[in-house]
């Protein structure tokens, strides 16, 4: 019975979606308010019968109904709790629900949060998000059912893909999809501003919250997924460049750059025509996302549909949603009027660098992505793009930016001196430059360009420092001046110094363990060992251990450092019996400043085992420093500018606007 209520809801919540899509349309014409009143309300209705709908399949899946086909291929009777619920998203059907479910609850809380918006721009909001919704449960309802029948029904189901059994795993597709989604409110609000034809600082501010949020989330998702993979793999790496993972990546740097030109816009109603721009092709290249997952072109961990015509269809809405939202761009352009000018040196002019270069480096991402799909498409040769490319390409990129990040918001805005701002710096390039040295003092000269790497990050993380001193003058005033200039600081600072300190640290985790990570390998039976970077680590036993739904072969290691022990390590590979598939769980010891990395492989003829073992320097850094750069954008969300600083639009103020067809 829950497999057809839910999937009533679900063609209930289409319909709903195609009211909102048209209704919205009108009430922002007429400004009749019996029409915006319907329009609000259908934005939450949708939330309802798709949540109903959620609610519904997580029921299938918990309760071990096997008469619905994706609880069939994707659970299992004996499996835990935790995976049972995560396996509702764990699959092609249930992950595109959850999808949904994320965009409907984005577009309900424009409708019940937003009175601060003009009737007019939030209607057209609410309208572009129902025709988001519309084809997204179209696609579901007509191709990926997710309460399909089975009959007969199966005794028990297949289970959930062994390698998507992980806690990792339960929480990662959830954020990443509300960092996706969520970029969703910035094409919509980019297309009903299009549609209303009016451009100002307040459209700004009430974008930036959103594309912040999503921003957040989408931070945590990728720090997740890439934790998930260097510990559940196997392979001691963090990223691999796969085309899913940068699937994942390039929204993340478009919604940077979005994020940042936002700002000019709110502040010198500026860059109104690339923010735009950037608003409709953030939330595309999560569409594109979408496409490479679905489609079918990419054999990945990653990638969970195998059906062309699923492709097609999700391809179809790529094109609709993203050449009509550009067509309509191109018809409003021409007439767009610029805003102030500034400087090229300028706060202006250093966020303005920023876009360009995060521009340049999403496409450069793009084009390694899809390069070779467009050859194999082309001529059937398979080719790959590797760190080599990237290397190249992307990190020559990045570092001009990381070496602005600091400058940056020492600025003024409309115009300054750089001599002024860089002398603003000076702790932050005494601190660069002593890293700097320090680095190659303790390689021999070795390590030239680890070196520049923590030089930067270190100019980053001292810079930010460096504009919080400013901004409550330490050292300048006294100490109750200083502690009240903190106490009132906005947390939109704080934000902004704990991101940008964040990236320092994920840039030192970077350098790090691309310069000086090491690994051996060897067959060992018990009471053998292998010795890596002034470690021992010593194979103790190997036995037999039983899972909830698997059997594993669990090999105990006692690692010790000049005779003395540190700890004791547990590598796994498990044998899933009900998808007859293995999978390598490693053992990891952390101190936060580096890893011991252990992975107990296949059989040998003598009894033993092959095992490899790791060193990571600085690795931990990676993803603390994305979480610290995901708690700065939740402290600058947490702005009380935000709830109650958004000011209604003055007819005298200043806007970009674009006259009524």
């Excluded at 070795?446 to 050292?475: D, H, M, P, Q």
Aim: glycine share 8%; net charge positive; charged share 15%.
């Amino acid at each position: 019975m829950a497999a057809e209520i839910g999937h009533m809801a679900l063609i209930l919540a289409l319909l709903i979606a195609l009211a909102q899509s048209i209704v919205p349309l009108f009430a922002a014409r007429s400004r009749d308010p019996v029409l915006v009143a319907f329009s609000r309300q259908a934005a939450m209705a949708q939330l309802v019968f798709v949540g109903l709908s959620f609610a519904c399949l997580t029921y299938v899946f918990v309760t071990s109904d096997f008469s619905v086909a994706a609880a069939v291929a994707n659970s299992h009777s004996a499996k835990p709790m935790v995976y049972k619920i995560s396996g509702v998203w764990g699959n092609h059907e249930g992950s595109m629900l959850l999808w949904v479910l994320i965009l409907a609850l984005f577009g309900a809380a424009a409708a019940a949060f937003g009175d601060t918006l003009p009737d007019r721009l939030r209607c057209n909001a609410i309208a572009v998000q129902g025709m988001i919704a519309l084809g997204f449960l179209a696609f579901i309802v007509f191709t990926s059912n997710p309460f399909e029948r089975v009959d007969p029904a199966p005794l028990d189901g297949n289970g959930l893909n062994p390698i998507l059994q992980d806690p990792g795993l339960a929480i990662h597709p959830p954020f990443l999809y509300l960092g996706y989604v969520g970029f969703s409110m910035a094409f919509s609000f980019s297309v009903a501003a299009l549609i209303e034809g009016r451009v100002d600082a307040a459209w700004a501010r009430w974008v930036r919250p959103w594309v912040l949020a999503a921003w957040c989330f989408l931070t945590i998702g990728i720090v997740l997924g890439s934790a998930w993979a260097y510990y559940t793999l196997g392979w001691g790496g963090w990223w691999f460049w796969d085309p899913v993972e940068n699937a994942s990546f390039m929204p993340w740097l478009a919604g940077t750059a979005l994020l940042h030109s936002a700002l000019v816009v709110e502040r010198r109603n500026a860059l109104v025509s690339w923010t735009l721009l950037l608003g409709i092709l953030t939330f595309s290249l999560s569409l594109l996302g979408t496409f490479l997952v679905r489609s079918g072109v990419l054999t990945s961990v990653h990638a969970f549909a195998q059906d062309p015509a699923r492709g097609v269809f999700i391809l179809g809405l790529l094109v609709i949603a993203t050449g009509g939202a550009l067509t309509l761009y191109a018809l409003r352009m021409p007439v767009l009027r610029y805003g102030a000018p500034f400087a090229p040196v300028s706060r202006e002019g250093a966020l303005t660098l920023n876009n360009a270069l995060l521009s340049v480096a999403t496409g450069t991402v793009f084009i390694g992505t899809f390069y070779p799909l467009l050859i194999d498409l082309l001529t059937r040769d398979k080719i790959s793009v590797g760190p080599p490319y990237y290397n190249v390409t992307f990190v020559s990129i990045m570092m001009p930016l990381l070496a602005a990040m600091a400058i940056g918001p020492m600025l003024r805005w409309k115009r300054d001196e750089l001599r002024e701002a860089l002398t603003r710096l000076r702790v932050a390039a005494g601190a660069a430059i002593a890293v700097l040295l320090l680095v190659l003092l303790a390689t021999f000269g070795k390590s030239l360009l680890a070196a520049i790497a923590f030089a930067i990050a270190a100019w980053i993380v001292v810079g930010s420092l460096v504009i919080l001193s400013r901004r409550i003058r330490l050292g300048s005033a006294s100490l109750e001046t200083t502690l009240n200039l903190a106490r009132t600081t906005p947390r939109a600072t704080y934000g902004l110094i704990l991101a940008h300190a964040g990236v320092g640290l994920t840039v030192m985790g970077i350098a790090g363990m691309s310069a000086w990570a090491t690994e051996t390998a060897g067959a060992l039976t018990p009471g053998k060992g292998l010795s890596l970077a002034g470690y021992e680590v010593t194979l103790r036993t190997v036995s037999i251990a039983q899972g909830p739904n698997y059997e594993a072969e669990q090999g105990t290691f006692i690692v010790t450092r000049k005779d003395r022990p540190v700890t004791t390590l547990i590598s796994e590979r498990r044998f899933y019996p009900v998808r007859e598939q293995l999978t390598t769980h490693a053992g990891i010891r952390t101190n936060l400043l580096s890893n011991i990395y252990v992975t107990l492989g296949d059989k040998t003829p003598d009894g033993g085992h092959q095992v490899r073992l790791y060193h990571h320097p600085f690795v931990p850094w990676i993803w603390l420093g994305g979480l610290i750069m995901a708690l700065g954008g939740f402290v600058s969300l947490s702005d009380r500018r935000w709830r109650i600083g958004i000011a209604a639009r003055r007819p005298d103020a200043a806007v970009v606007s674009i006259p009524a067809e």
